[in-house]
């Protein structure tokens, strides 16, 4: 997704706490992601929380938000979701920072 995303892309900002960093989550969040039409980012935060940023049709980020979910089921202790319009600025997905 470039800044010609679909007129009905969203975004989502995830914070995710539990045992989400030190294991692989970030990598494997980015190749989950990748394996769907969305684009954004995942990077570690200072206070142990791992932060995802996606954007896409409402359908593939809440895809992937279940992928997240299905696969870190023992990890994430707890999610904040906040979705908000998408802003086009991204053309895959990636770890940050």
């Not at 009905?8 to 995710?16: G, K, P, R």
């Amino acid at each position: 997704m470039s800044a010609a995303s679909p007129p009905d892309a969203v975004a989502v900002n995830v914070f995710y706490s539990g045992r989400v960093q030190g294991v692989g989550f970030r990598v494997t969040v980015s190749h989950l992601a990748r394996q769907l039409p969305v684009t954004g980012w995942v990077r570690n935060l200072p206070d142990g929380r791992v932060e995802m940023h996606a954007e896409g049709v409402r359908a593939d980020v809440e895809s992937l938000l279940g992928k997240v979910r299905e696969y870190f089921f023992d990890n994430i202790r707890d999610e904040a979701i906040d979705w908000h319009p998408a802003s086009g600025a991204y053309s895959g997905f990636g770890v940050a920072g």
